[in-house]
C-alpha cells in the first residue's frame, strides 16, 4: 500500500534530477508544439475539433518538433547550477498527472459501443457515466477510511484513503476528458463541447479539483488527518451529484448560443480552482477548531497524535486561501470579460456576479484581518468556514433561488 | 502645510484606516445581498402587487427596485475609492523606504530568534564569499563593513511589497473605470424589424425608461435562427448594415458571443421577436351558408370582423414549435408542431381568451387528428390547454363536407343511426364527386368529432392560420463604454499584484564574517523569508551543502 501512496505522491527518483527535468521541458515542448500549431498551422485554430486535429498525424509532428526543441533546451541548463532541477520538479508530477489522465481516457475510448448503439435520446450507455459512478465509490470510500484513519492512527487507513482519493481524481478526471469525446459521438458532432456545461460537469470537475489540491498539501505538510474534513465535504458533493443523475440532469445536451465561446472553457475551470481551494481551507478551518476543541476537553485523545498542530491548520487553510483568491480573481475578471463579449458589458450587477463579488470581499476580509490585523486561530478558522458556506450559495444557491443572465446553471 | 497637517490629516487616517474601510466593506456586501435577493427593475405593478403598498413605497423611497444606480449606492463606492486613495497616501511612502532601507546586518539578539541559520568555515576568505554569492545567483547583494567585520546581505523577492502597493491602485483604477463607464457611457436596447432600420436605443432609468439617439442608423437585412436536431437553437444571427446619413458603409454578421464593433459602440445580438409578420386567416362561419372570410392581418396589429363586432388582436406568430411529444419516462422525441400565430379574441359578451392557432393538423402515428387550437384564458402562455376542433381546416373540401352533411342531418333527435349514415353518405357524394377519400375513416371520426366540438364554440367564426410571410426583429444591444480599457488595466494590475503577493516570498539572508587565526574565516549565515516557511527551510537547508559544493569546486567570480 505505502508503494501505491508513494507513486501517487510523486516522490523517489522518477520524479526527481536530470530525468524529471528532461521529462518536463519535453512536456512543455509538446505544449508549445500544441500552440504553434493552433497559430501557424494550415487549418490553424478551429474552435470545436481542436482536439481531434491534435491526435491526427499533423498533430503528432508538431508535438514531436516541440518535444525535440523542449528536450534541447532541458539540455542546456547546467546541472551544476544551485536548485538547477527545482522548476521542473515541481512541474513534472503535474503534468505526468495530464499525461495519465490522457492515456486513460483513450483506453475508455476503446469500450465505447458502436455508433449505431449510440443515440442522443438514450445516453445512458456511455461509458463515461460508469467511470463516473466507479469514481463516486472511490471518493466515497476514501471518505470512510479518513475519518476512521482518525480512530485508528495506527493503521493503514489513512494511505488507504490517500490512494483511494488519488485513484478517484484519475477516474473523475479522465471520465471527464472521455465525457468531452463522448459529446462529439453524438448526433453527428453537432453538439461537441467542453464538459464544463451543466451542474452536473462541474460537480465531478470540483471534486476533482479539491482532491487534487487536499493531496497536494498531504503530501508536502502530512496533513493526513485533515482528509477527514475533507473527503466528507466531497462525499456531500457526491450525494448531490448522485441525486441529479438520478432526476436526469447527466445527459449531454447541446449548448445554448451563450455558452458557446471559447471563454467557457477558461472561465468555469477557473472559477472551479478557486471553489476548490476555499473548500480546502474550509477543511483546515474545521480541522483547527476540532483540534482545538479536543485539547481543551481530551488533551489525551489519541487523535491529536495525527492531527497537524494548530499552527500548521492555520498555515494550511490560509494557503488555500492563497491558492483560491487569485484564480477566483482571475476567473472573475475573465468572466467579466466574457460578459463584455457576450452580454453587452463587463459587469451587469447580475445575481451570479453579485454574488462572486461577496465570496471576493469575504475572502478579501479574510487576507486583511490577517495581515493588517495580525489575527489568526479561532476567528480565522471560523472564517474559513462561514466563507465557504457562501461560496456555496454562489455557487450552487444562485443557481437554484436567484434568476439571472447566468441561467444555464439552473436544472432543468 | 500646517493646516494640511491639522485638518487633513486626521480625515485622511481616519478614513484610510482598516475600520473604516471594513465598514464600507461590510456596507457593500449587505447591499449587494439585498440587491440579489430583490429582482431589480421588474414591472412596478409586480412589485405592488407582491409587497403591498406599504413596503412598496417604502423599497421606491429607498430605490431597492433599482439599487445599484442610487445616489447611496454610488455613494459606498466612491467613499471606498477615497478610503482606498487614502490608504495608499499613508502606507506606500512607508512601503518604499521600507524597501530601500536594508539593514546590512543582524544582531545577536535578533538571531537567537531566527530558525535558519547555520555556521560554516573555510579556508579562503575571498573564495568563501564568492562561493556565498555564486550559490545565490540572481539575488542582490549587499556588503556593509562594521568596524573590521565584513557583512553580506543577500535579497530575493524585494518587490514584495509592490504586491501590496499594486493591488490597492489596481482597485482604484477598476473604480475609476467603472465611473467612467457609468458617467460616460450608454447600454441600450433596439429591435430593429428586418428590411427596416433603427437609430434610438431605449433604457431604464430609475423607473422609467430613456431615449438616446445613436450617431447611426442600423438596418437590419436579415434574421436567422439555426437549429439543433433536438429543436433548441443553436445559432442567432444578424446581418447588419450601418448606415450614415443615409450612406451605407458596412454590412456584417453578429451572432452571440461576436459583436460587431462600430465608432466606439459594440453591437450585440441579444434578443429576437416577431418583426410584424403577415399572417392570412380564414374564417369559418358557423351559421346556415358556412360561408369562409379570409382575414389578411399582421403582427402587432388588431382585425376587426366586418361583420360582427369580434376583433382578432395578433400578438405573436411562430414557424416552428418543437415539442417533446414523449410521455414522461420514455426516450424524447422531438416534433415540429408546425408554425402558428398568437391572438386575443374579444368581442361584447365574450370572454376575451388567448388563442394560439396552428396550421397543420395534429398528427398522431401518421393518422390526422383534424385541426387543433390552444386556449388560455388567463392570458399567460403557461395556460394553455389543447382543443381539437375535429375537421382538418387546411383542406377546404372538409369543411365543405361539414356543411353538406349538416344541412342534410335530419333536425328530429331521434332520428335512426341509418338516416344519420345516409345524410352522410350524401354529403360524401357531392362534395367529392369523383370517389370517396383515401382516409375515409378517418374522415368519418373526424366529422363525428366536429359535430360535437364546433356547436361549442362561442365565437362565430373559427379562425385557423392558412399563410404567412414571416419577418423577424433583431433585438440588438448597442453599448459604448469609455471605461472599459480602464478596467482592464486594473484588472491585469491586480492579478499581477495578487501573484507577487502570495507567491513571491521575500528572502533575506545575512552572513557575518568572522576572521580567525591562520586566515580561516567563519561564515555565519541567517536567513529570514516573510512567506512560506517551509519551502524556505528546504531551501535553506540544501544552501549550506551549496556553498561547500560551490567552494570545493572553485567558485568562478
Not at chain 2, 573555510?122 to 563593513?145: C, H, R, Y
Given at each position: 500500500m505505502s508503494t501505491i501512496a508513494t507513486a501517487f505522491s510523486s516522490s523517489g527518483p522518477l520524479f526527481q534530477g536530470r530525468f524529471a527535468h528532461l521529462r518536463c521541458w519535453a512536456y512543455l515542448g509538446m505544449m508549445l508544439g500544441m500552440s504553434a500549431m493552433a497559430i501557424f498551422a494550415g487549418d490553424g485554430y478551429v474552435e470545436d475539433n481542436y482536439i481531434f486535429q491534435l491526435f491526427s498525424l499533423e498533430g503528432v509532428k508538431w508535438m514531436a518538433a516541440g518535444a525535440v526543441v523542449g528536450l534541447a533546451y532541458g539540455f542546456t541548463v547546467s546541472p551544476t547550477k544551485f536548485r538547477a532541477y527545482r522548476f521542473s520538479e515541481i512541474l513534472v508530477p503535474w503534468l505526468d498527472g495530464v499525461v495519465l489522465l490522457?492515456?486513460?481516457?483513450?483506453?475508455?475510448?476503446?469500450?465505447?459501443?458502436?455508433?449505431?448503439?449510440?443515440?442522443?435520446?438514450?445516453?445512458?450507455?456511455?461509458?463515461?457515466?460508469?467511470?463516473?459512478?466507479?469514481?463516486?465509490?472511490?471518493?466515497?470510500?476514501?471518505?470512510?477510511?479518513?475519518?476512521?484513519?482518525?480512530?485508528?492512527?495506527?493503521?493503514?487507513?489513512?494511505?488507504?484513503?490517500?490512494?483511494?482519493?488519488?485513484?478517484?481524481?484519475?477516474?473523475?478526471?479522465?471520465?471527464?476528458?472521455?465525457?468531452?469525446?463522448?459529446?462529439?459521438?453524438?448526433?453527428?458532432?453537432?453538439?461537441?463541447?467542453?464538459?464544463?456545461?451543466?451542474?452536473?460537469?462541474?460537480?465531478?470537475?470540483?471534486?476533482?479539483?479539491?482532491?487534487?489540491?487536499?493531496?497536494?498539501?498531504?503530501?508536502?505538510?502530512?496533513?493526513?488527518?485533515?482528509?477527514?474534513?475533507?473527503?466528507?465535504?466531497?462525499?456531500?458533493?457526491?450525494?448531490?451529484s448522485i441525486w441529479l443523475e438520478s432526476i436526469g440532469q447527466n445527459d449531454i445536451k447541446p449548448l445554448v448560443p451563450a455558452l458557446q465561446s471559447y471563454w467557457m472553457k477558461i472561465h468555469v475551470p477557473l472559477n472551479f480552482v478557486g471553489y476548490g481551494a476555499f473548500a480546502v481551507a474550509c477543511a483546515a478551518g474545521m480541522a483547527w477548531l476540532t483540534r482545538d476543541a479536543l485539547e481543551r476537553r481530551r488533551p489525551q485523545a489519541k487523535m491529536l497524535s495525527i492531527f497537524p498542530s494548530l499552527k500548521q491548520l492555520d498555515h494550511l487553510a490560509y494557503k488555500s486561501v492563497a491558492i483560491g483568491f487569485p484564480a477566483f480573481t482571475l476567473a472573475t475578471i475573465l468572466g467579466a470579460a466574457w460578459a463584455a463579449e457576450a452580454w453587452g458589458g463587463y459587469w451587469s450587477w447580475d445575481p451570479k456576479e453579485t454574488w462572486a463579488l461577496i465570496v471576493w470581499l469575504v475572502y478579501g476580509a479574510y487576507l486583511h484581518a490577517r495581515f493588517s490585523r495580525g489575527l489568526h486561530g479561532k476567528t480565522l478558522a471560523w472564517w474559513t468556514v462561514i466563507g465557504f458556506f457562501v461560496t456555496i450559495f454562489c455557487f450552487v444557491g444562485v443557481n437554484m433561488y436567484l434568476s439571472g443572465l447566468h441561467s444555464y446553471g439552473q436544472l432543468t | 502645510m500646517n493646516s494640511f497637517n491639522l485638518i487633513l490629516k486626521p480625515i485622511l487616517t481616519r478614513i484610510g484606516s482598516m475600520p473604516v474601510a471594513i465598514l464600507l466593506l461590510v456596507l457593500l456586501a449587505v447591499a449587494s445581498v439585498i440587491g440579489t435577493v430583490l429582482q431589480q427593475n421588474q414591472d412596478q405593478a409586480d412589485y405592488l402587487h407582491q409587497f403591498g403598498p406599504v413596503w412598496y413605497w417604502t423599497f421606491r423611497a429607498l430605490g431597492l427596485f433599482d439599487m445599484y444606480h442610487t445616489w447611496w449606492f454610488m455613494s459606498i463606492l466612491g467613499l471606498l475609492m477615497f478610503s482606498l486613495t487614502a490608504c495608499l497616501i499613508r502606507n506606500v511612502p512607508r512601503f518604499l523606504q521600507e524597501m530601500r532601507n536594508r539593514k546590512g546586518t543582524i544582531s545577536d539578539n535578533a538571531r537567537k530568534h531566527v530558525v535558519q541559520q547555520f555556521d560554516v568555515q573555510f579556508n579562503d576568505k575571498n573564495k568563501a564569499i564568492a562561493a556565498v554569492k555564486d550559490s545565490l545567483p540572481g539575488w542582490k547583494w549587499m556588503e556593509t563593513q562594521v568596524g573590521e567585520r565584513l557583512w553580506l546581505r543577500g535579497d530575493k523577492g524585494r518587490l514584495h511589497k509592490w504586491g501590496y502597493i499594486l493591488v490597492h491602485t489596481a482597485m482604484l483604477v477598476i473604480l475609476i473605470g467603472g465611473s467612467m463607464s457609468v458617467q460616460f457611457g450608454f447600454r441600450g436596447n433596439m429591435a430593429v424589424p428586418e428590411g427596416k432600420s433603427g437609430n434610438e436605443i431605449s433604457f431604464l432609468k430609475g423607473t422609467s425608461i430613456d431615449y438616446l439617439k445613436m450617431p447611426f442608423d442600423v438596418r437590419c437585412d436579415d434574421?436567422?435562427?439555426?437549429?439543433?436536431?433536438?429543436?433548441?437553437?443553436?445559432?442567432?444571427?444578424?446581418?447588419?448594415?450601418?448606415?450614415?446619413?443615409?450612406?451605407?458603409?458596412?454590412?456584417?454578421?453578429?451572432?452571440?458571443?461576436?459583436?460587431?464593433?462600430?465608432?466606439?459602440?459594440?453591437?450585440?445580438?441579444?434578443?429576437?421577436?416577431?418583426?410584424?409578420?403577415?399572417?392570412?386567416?380564414?374564417?369559418?362561419?358557423?351559421?346556415?351558408?358556412?360561408?369562409?372570410?379570409?382575414?389578411?392581418?399582421?403582427?402587432?396589429?388588431?382585425?376587426?370582423?366586418?361583420?360582427?363586432?369580434?376583433?382578432?388582436?395578433?400578438?405573436?406568430?411562430?414557424?416552428?414549435?418543437?415539442?417533446?411529444?414523449?410521455?414522461?419516462?420514455?426516450?424524447?422525441?422531438?416534433?415540429?408542431?408546425?408554425p402558428s400565430v398568437d391572438f386575443v379574441i374579444r368581442g361584447s359578451g365574450l370572454k376575451p381568451v388567448l388563442i394560439r392557432s396552428f396550421m397543420n393538423p395534429f398528427m398522431m402515428d401518421d393518422e390526422n387528428q383534424g385541426s387543433w387550437l390552444q386556449m388560455s384564458t388567463t392570458g399567460d402562455a403557461r395556460d394553455f390547454k389543447t382543443f381539437s376542433l375535429g375537421l382538418d381546416f387546411s383542406e377546404p373540401q372538409e369543411w365543405a363536407l361539414f356543411q353538406a352533411f349538416m344541412q342534410r342531418l335530419p333536425s328530429n333527435e331521434k332520428a335512426s343511426q341509418e338516416e344519420n349514415l345516409n345524410a352522410f353518405r350524401a354529403a360524401l357524394d357531392e362534395v367529392y364527386p369523383e370517389g370517396r377519400p383515401d382516409d375515409l375513416p378517418m374522415l368519418g371520426n373526424r366529422v363525428i368529432r366536429a359535430l360535437q366540438e364546433l356547436p361549442n364554440a362561442p365565437w362565430p367564426f373559427i379562425p385557423v392560420l392558412e399563410d404567412f410571410n414571416q419577418t423577424y426583429y433583431t433585438g440588438l444591444q448597442l453599448a459604448k463604454d469609455p471605461g472599459m480599457d480602464v478596467v482592464w488595466i486594473g484588472s491585469a494590475l491586480l492579478v499581477f499584484g495578487l501573484c507577487i503577493m502570495f507567491y513571491v516570498a521575500h528572502r533575506k539572508v545575512w552572513v557575518q564574517v568572522i576572521d580567525k587565526e591562520g586566515g580561516v574565516v567563519c561564515l555565519e549565515v541567517t536567513g529570514l523569508s516573510n512567506r512560506n516557511p517551509i519551502a524556505f527551510e528546504l531551501e535553506f537547508e540544501e544552501l549550506e551543502q551549496q556553498i561547500k559544493k560551490t567552494y570545493d569546486q572553485g567558485a568562478t567570480t
Amino acid at each position: 500500500m505505502s508503494t501505491i501512496a508513494t507513486a501517487f505522491s510523486s516522490s523517489g527518483p522518477l520524479f526527481q534530477g536530470r530525468f524529471a527535468h528532461l521529462r518536463c521541458w519535453a512536456y512543455l515542448g509538446m505544449m508549445l508544439g500544441m500552440s504553434a500549431m493552433a497559430i501557424f498551422a494550415g487549418d490553424g485554430y478551429v474552435e470545436d475539433n481542436y482536439i481531434f486535429q491534435l491526435f491526427s498525424l499533423e498533430g503528432v509532428k508538431w508535438m514531436a518538433a516541440g518535444a525535440v526543441v523542449g528536450l534541447a533546451y532541458g539540455f542546456t541548463v547546467s546541472p551544476t547550477k544551485f536548485r538547477a532541477y527545482r522548476f521542473s520538479e515541481i512541474l513534472v508530477p503535474w503534468l505526468d498527472g495530464v499525461v495519465l489522465l490522457v492515456a486513460l481516457m483513450g483506453v475508455y475510448t476503446l469500450f465505447e459501443p458502436s455508433q449505431a448503439m449510440i443515440s442522443y435520446e438514450d445516453q445512458s450507455n456511455l461509458v463515461s457515466g460508469r467511470i463516473v459512478m466507479a469514481m463516486n465509490v472511490l471518493l466515497l470510500f476514501s471518505a470512510i477510511c479518513y475519518v476512521a484513519n482518525l480512530f485508528a492512527p495506527e493503521g493503514f487507513m489513512g494511505n488507504l484513503g490517500t490512494a483511494t482519493a488519488w485513484a478517484g481524481v484519475y477516474a473523475g478526471g479522465s471520465a471527464l476528458l472521455l465525457r468531452w469525446y463522448e459529446s462529439y459521438l453524438l448526433m453527428d458532432e453537432a453538439i461537441g463541447h467542453a464538459p464544463v456545461s451543466n451542474l452536473y460537469e462541474v460537480f465531478i470537475l470540483l471534486f476533482c479539483v479539491i482532491c487534487v489540491i487536499y493531496l497536494t498539501l498531504e503530501s508536502r505538510h502530512q496533513a493526513h488527518a485533515m482528509g477527514a474534513f475533507v473527503l466528507p465535504i466531497v462525499a456531500c458533493g457526491v450525494f448531490f451529484s448522485i441525486w441529479l443523475e438520478s432526476i436526469g440532469q447527466n445527459d449531454i445536451k447541446p449548448l445554448v448560443p451563450a455558452l458557446q465561446s471559447y471563454w467557457m472553457k477558461i472561465h468555469v475551470p477557473l472559477n472551479f480552482v478557486g471553489y476548490g481551494a476555499f473548500a480546502v481551507a474550509c477543511a483546515a478551518g474545521m480541522a483547527w477548531l476540532t483540534r482545538d476543541a479536543l485539547e481543551r476537553r481530551r488533551p489525551q485523545a489519541k487523535m491529536l497524535s495525527i492531527f497537524p498542530s494548530l499552527k500548521q491548520l492555520d498555515h494550511l487553510a490560509y494557503k488555500s486561501v492563497a491558492i483560491g483568491f487569485p484564480a477566483f480573481t482571475l476567473a472573475t475578471i475573465l468572466g467579466a470579460a466574457w460578459a463584455a463579449e457576450a452580454w453587452g458589458g463587463y459587469w451587469s450587477w447580475d445575481p451570479k456576479e453579485t454574488w462572486a463579488l461577496i465570496v471576493w470581499l469575504v475572502y478579501g476580509a479574510y487576507l486583511h484581518a490577517r495581515f493588517s490585523r495580525g489575527l489568526h486561530g479561532k476567528t480565522l478558522a471560523w472564517w474559513t468556514v462561514i466563507g465557504f458556506f457562501v461560496t456555496i450559495f454562489c455557487f450552487v444557491g444562485v443557481n437554484m433561488y436567484l434568476s439571472g443572465l447566468h441561467s444555464y446553471g439552473q436544472l432543468t | 502645510m500646517n493646516s494640511f497637517n491639522l485638518i487633513l490629516k486626521p480625515i485622511l487616517t481616519r478614513i484610510g484606516s482598516m475600520p473604516v474601510a471594513i465598514l464600507l466593506l461590510v456596507l457593500l456586501a449587505v447591499a449587494s445581498v439585498i440587491g440579489t435577493v430583490l429582482q431589480q427593475n421588474q414591472d412596478q405593478a409586480d412589485y405592488l402587487h407582491q409587497f403591498g403598498p406599504v413596503w412598496y413605497w417604502t423599497f421606491r423611497a429607498l430605490g431597492l427596485f433599482d439599487m445599484y444606480h442610487t445616489w447611496w449606492f454610488m455613494s459606498i463606492l466612491g467613499l471606498l475609492m477615497f478610503s482606498l486613495t487614502a490608504c495608499l497616501i499613508r502606507n506606500v511612502p512607508r512601503f518604499l523606504q521600507e524597501m530601500r532601507n536594508r539593514k546590512g546586518t543582524i544582531s545577536d539578539n535578533a538571531r537567537k530568534h531566527v530558525v535558519q541559520q547555520f555556521d560554516v568555515q573555510f579556508n579562503d576568505k575571498n573564495k568563501a564569499i564568492a562561493a556565498v554569492k555564486d550559490s545565490l545567483p540572481g539575488w542582490k547583494w549587499m556588503e556593509t563593513q562594521v568596524g573590521e567585520r565584513l557583512w553580506l546581505r543577500g535579497d530575493k523577492g524585494r518587490l514584495h511589497k509592490w504586491g501590496y502597493i499594486l493591488v490597492h491602485t489596481a482597485m482604484l483604477v477598476i473604480l475609476i473605470g467603472g465611473s467612467m463607464s457609468v458617467q460616460f457611457g450608454f447600454r441600450g436596447n433596439m429591435a430593429v424589424p428586418e428590411g427596416k432600420s433603427g437609430n434610438e436605443i431605449s433604457f431604464l432609468k430609475g423607473t422609467s425608461i430613456d431615449y438616446l439617439k445613436m450617431p447611426f442608423d442600423v438596418r437590419c437585412d436579415d434574421f436567422t435562427i439555426n437549429f439543433f436536431a433536438t429543436g433548441a437553437p443553436s445559432e442567432f444571427r444578424s446581418t447588419l448594415t450601418i448606415l450614415e446619413d443615409g450612406k451605407e458603409i458596412v454590412t456584417t454578421d453578429i451572432i452571440v458571443n461576436e459583436p460587431f464593433y462600430y465608432k466606439g459602440v459594440r453591437i450585440y445580438q441579444a434578443s429576437f421577436g416577431d418583426g410584424g409578420s403577415e399572417v392570412t386567416l380564414k374564417l369559418h362561419r358557423l351559421n346556415k351558408e358556412g360561408n369562409v372570410d379570409i382575414a389578411h392581418s399582421r403582427i402587432y396589429t388588431t382585425f376587426e370582423d366586418p361583420y360582427s363586432d369580434v376583433s382578432l388582436e395578433f400578438q405573436d406568430f411562430r414557424p416552428y414549435n418543437v415539442e417533446n411529444m414523449a410521455g414522461s419516462g420514455e426516450p424524447k422525441d422531438f416534433k415540429d408542431m408546425g408554425p402558428s400565430v398568437d391572438f386575443v379574441i374579444r368581442g361584447s359578451g365574450l370572454k376575451p381568451v388567448l388563442i394560439r392557432s396552428f396550421m397543420n393538423p395534429f398528427m398522431m402515428d401518421d393518422e390526422n387528428q383534424g385541426s387543433w387550437l390552444q386556449m388560455s384564458t388567463t392570458g399567460d402562455a403557461r395556460d394553455f390547454k389543447t382543443f381539437s376542433l375535429g375537421l382538418d381546416f387546411s383542406e377546404p373540401q372538409e369543411w365543405a363536407l361539414f356543411q353538406a352533411f349538416m344541412q342534410r342531418l335530419p333536425s328530429n333527435e331521434k332520428a335512426s343511426q341509418e338516416e344519420n349514415l345516409n345524410a352522410f353518405r350524401a354529403a360524401l357524394d357531392e362534395v367529392y364527386p369523383e370517389g370517396r377519400p383515401d382516409d375515409l375513416p378517418m374522415l368519418g371520426n373526424r366529422v363525428i368529432r366536429a359535430l360535437q366540438e364546433l356547436p361549442n364554440a362561442p365565437w362565430p367564426f373559427i379562425p385557423v392560420l392558412e399563410d404567412f410571410n414571416q419577418t423577424y426583429y433583431t433585438g440588438l444591444q448597442l453599448a459604448k463604454d469609455p471605461g472599459m480599457d480602464v478596467v482592464w488595466i486594473g484588472s491585469a494590475l491586480l492579478v499581477f499584484g495578487l501573484c507577487i503577493m502570495f507567491y513571491v516570498a521575500h528572502r533575506k539572508v545575512w552572513v557575518q564574517v568572522i576572521d580567525k587565526e591562520g586566515g580561516v574565516v567563519c561564515l555565519e549565515v541567517t536567513g529570514l523569508s516573510n512567506r512560506n516557511p517551509i519551502a524556505f527551510e528546504l531551501e535553506f537547508e540544501e544552501l549550506e551543502q551549496q556553498i561547500k559544493k560551490t567552494y570545493d569546486q572553485g567558485a568562478t567570480t
